[in-house]
């Protein structure tokens, strides 16, 4: 079951692979998803925003590594380990344990004439792990194509011909406890304990292949609970190929006694695939006439408004957009509309904006510009079209059109002629599934593949009727839940993988939602019904967010029951209830960074708070880690001790080219523990509303006359 869980993450590998040729993989990349000679780490760093997946086989052990370049001097990545380990004897050997760990790396100091490179770094850096190593290393650059690496490595990665210490304060390191709870920041360990020396080099023979040697610090001895590897040589030797850019294919020889086999594919979020977008051009901008241009009034006899709505609907339906209302008086034009085609809200803006030029009278002045998700409008951006007539084909037009544009809250109903909506109310499509649940609370693990059935009825434009059928592929055993092992923390998500496994299409949710717009910079949600597959109940949200503002807060309560495991109606097998409820603040940092703080209380009871951090490029590529920590103590949490992950989200546009607001994402967390368990409501409202808000907006405003 444990190799079925590589499954659902290495889905994400092969969406970065999808689209290798990003760019040229200049940098090898190790065993523990960052640059890298094989087990040993190297001092320079990716291009920033590269994001790398990588696959790692040899007998008795295959990992998943997802890393990427979050600065231009911090690194970070996720592995996912399958690794045959010691027994309690040191002797006998169990197969396939799972480990999960998390790495860093900072660079810090830049290479130069004379000077290396220098990083620190910690991998497993979590947990009091099986791989917890921290290391200091050093890289020259010799001519274009040898590099030379050295460092001092303490953990695992001083483990071979260690020596004392040179940090006298931390001379001794706690033995690995197979007993201690992962999950936990392991300070006490960091840099402690033995230190060695490792090294090593490589030489870029051509465009396509290069060799590599390293003198490994890492010992990998026979001992109770240690990983599984026949070690004869500190020596470790490998050929790299590239068939094509952003694809890395090595062979190894590893440790005199055995052979590997890795492959590593690349992107970077700040650069298209494609090379740009292949979506239709925009239709240029109409220019007026002098004496259009200074008129103050037009003719509603000849052209009225309900004509002006007929040509304005057909024209935003060209570009995949839909008219919601207008309003137009003799010197302003205000659009209401819909973007189901484009990210960027700002392109969807520069496609409004042209087409409003072809129609509307000579003597409106300024375009007021409202886009609009389920009912309620985001925002208000109102544009000169002087400035659009003289700005389009001019150098530096996005920046001096965004200087000019004026962004507030989107203005109230009064005024505007709604316009019926053409597109039917029902809408349904199929997807497969990739998901790893917790079965029981020991920390084994569930994998899962499928179809998913969404469909929606949009009973009104802030009224919607959702729900989701999932059909799994590899479920068909009917378990029942084990033996609760925390009997003081309730399985609110330990027994996830016991729901839907009958082999049966089963319902994931069916939900009535509404949103709203109860005051100036205040937007709402209320759903009711089936919110997730483990819970049925109600979920209310407020969320006060000013367009221009970096800050949003918000607030949420949810009154929930535990649902049945064969996920039909019924709520009688746990016969659990809770309210649940958070505040979040919300802070977008700039330059792409945003931050989420929630503190409240979790589905298991418990209280506590979540931090996350995101980094999300112009591309609309986003990564984000998440910690969250509650009163639940380690021993009641179990395995994992904490709520922690990374996720990778890459929008389907940076992939094809073709406009669209889907995504592909995936999540790599250690565990999920019923501690520290928030509810899984689809339709919060922080991500509906601030694509649409100035930061946002301006992140994206080079696509405006795109």
Do not use: C
């Not at 109903?413 to 597109?423: K, R």
Request: aromatic share 10%; proline share 4%; glycine share 12%.
């Amino acid at each position: 079951m444990l190799r079925k869980a590589f499954l659902a993450t290495t889905a994400l590998t092969a969406v970065i692979g999808h689209q290798a040729n990003a760019q040229d993989v200049d940098l090898s990349y190790g065993y523990f998803g960052m640059p890298g000679l094989v087990d040993m780490p190297i001092a320079q760093s990716a291009d920033e925003g590269e994001i790398a997946g990588g696959l790692i086989a040899k007998d008795g052990m295959f990992r998943l590594n997802v890393g990427a370049q979050l600065t231009d001097r911090l690194s970070g990545s996720a592995s996912y380990t399958l690794t045959d380990i010691y027994d309690a004897t040191g002797t006998g050997i169990e197969t396939s344990e799972l480990e999960r760990s998390f790495s860093l790396q900072y660079r810090l100091v830049n290479e130069a004439t004379y000077m290396p490179a220098i990083a620190i770094g910690m991998r497993d850096f979590l947990n009091p792990g099986r791989f917890q190593s921290e290391y200091v290393v050093a890289t020259k650059s010799i001519g274009d194509s040898l590099t030379v690496t050295a460092g001092l490595g303490w953990g695992a990665m001083g483990t071979h011909d260690g020596f004392d210490n040179p940090i006298g304060s931390r001379s001794d390191r706690p033995v690995f406890d197979e007993n201690t709870p992962e999950g936990q920041l392991a300070t006490d360990q960091w840099f402690s304990g033995d230190a060695a020396l490792f090294g090593g080099a490589s030489y870029q023979i051509n465009d396509k292949w290069g060799v590599m040697a390293e003198y490994s610090s890492i010992a990998y001895p026979q001992q109770a609970y240690a990983p599984v590897v026949d070690v004869e040589s500190p020596y470790n030797f490998g050929v790299t190929y590239r068939p094509l850019d952003g694809v890395q294919v090595s062979l190894v020889s590893l440790y005199g006694a055995d052979v590997a086999l890795s492959g590593t594919f690349v992107l970077n979020a700040n650069n298209r695939p494609g090379m740009g977008g292949i979506e239709s051009a925009p239709a240029p901008v109409k220019v007026r006439s002098e004496n259009a241009r200074a008129a103050r009034t037009w003719d509603r006899g000849s052209v009225p408004e309900a004509g002006l709505r007929s040509a304005m609907k057909a024209l935003l339906e060209i570009e995949g957009l839909e008219l919601t209302g207008l309003e137009v008086t003799d010197r302003t034009a205000r659009v209401r509309y819909v973007n189901g085609q484009y990210r960027s809200q700002a392109q969807a803006m520069g496609r409004v904006a042209r087409m409003m030029t072809q129609v509307m009278p000579g003597s409106v002045e300024t375009f007021i510009l409202e886009p609009e998700v389920n009912g309620i409008p985001l925002s208000s951006t109102s544009l000169a079209r002087s400035d659009l007539e003289r700005l389009e084909n001019r150098a530096g037009a996005s920046d001096a059109i965004l200087a000019r544009a004026q962004f507030s809250d989107a203005g109230g109903d009064a005024g505007l002629t709604q316009v019926a909506s053409d597109a039917p109310a029902f809408s349904w499509g199929i997807s497969p599934y990739f998901a790893v649940t917790s079965l029981g609370s020991e920390g084994d693990r569930s994998a899962d593949i499928g179809l998913k059935l969404n469909a929606r009825y949009q009973i009104t434009p802030q009224v919607l009727l959702s729900g989701a059928i999932v059909q799994s592929l590899l479920k068909d055993d009917s378990e029942d839940p084990v033996t609760d092992t925390t009997p003081d923390l309730h399985n609110v998500r330990t027994d996830g993988g016991f729901y839907g496994d009958d082999g049966i299409p089963v319902m994931e949710s069916l939900m009535l939602t509404h949103y709203g717009r109860p005051g100036e910079n205040l937007y709402s949600r209320v759903s009711g019904g089936y919110l997730e597959r483990m819970y049925g109940g109600v979920s209310a949200e407020l969320l006060w967010k000013p367009v221009e503002s970096d800050f949003g807060f918000g607030a949420e309560v949810n009154y929930v029951s535990q649902r049945d495991t064969d996920m039909g109606f019924g709520f009688d097998e746990y016969d659990y209830d809770i309210v649940t409820g958070h505040v979040s603040a919300y802070y977008d940092i700039g330059d792409g960074y945003h931050t989420q703080l929630d503190l409240g209380r979790y589905l298991a009871g418990d209280w506590g708070g979540k931090v996350t951090l995101a980094r999300e490029y112009a591309n609309g590529v986003t990564v984000s880690a998440y910690v969250s920590q509650t009163e639940v103590s380690y021993e009641d949490y179990g395995d994992g001790s904490y709520n922690k992950g990374v996720r990778i989200s890459i929008p389907q546009d940076f992939l094809t080219g073709r406009p669209s607001r889907k995504d592909y994402g995936a999540t790599l967390r250690t565990r999920t523990g019923d501690g520290g368990a928030m509810l899984n409501v689809d339709g919060r409202l922080y991500e509906v509303v601030r694509d649409a808000h100035t930061n946002d907006l301006s992140d994206s405003w080079g696509r405006f006359w795109r």
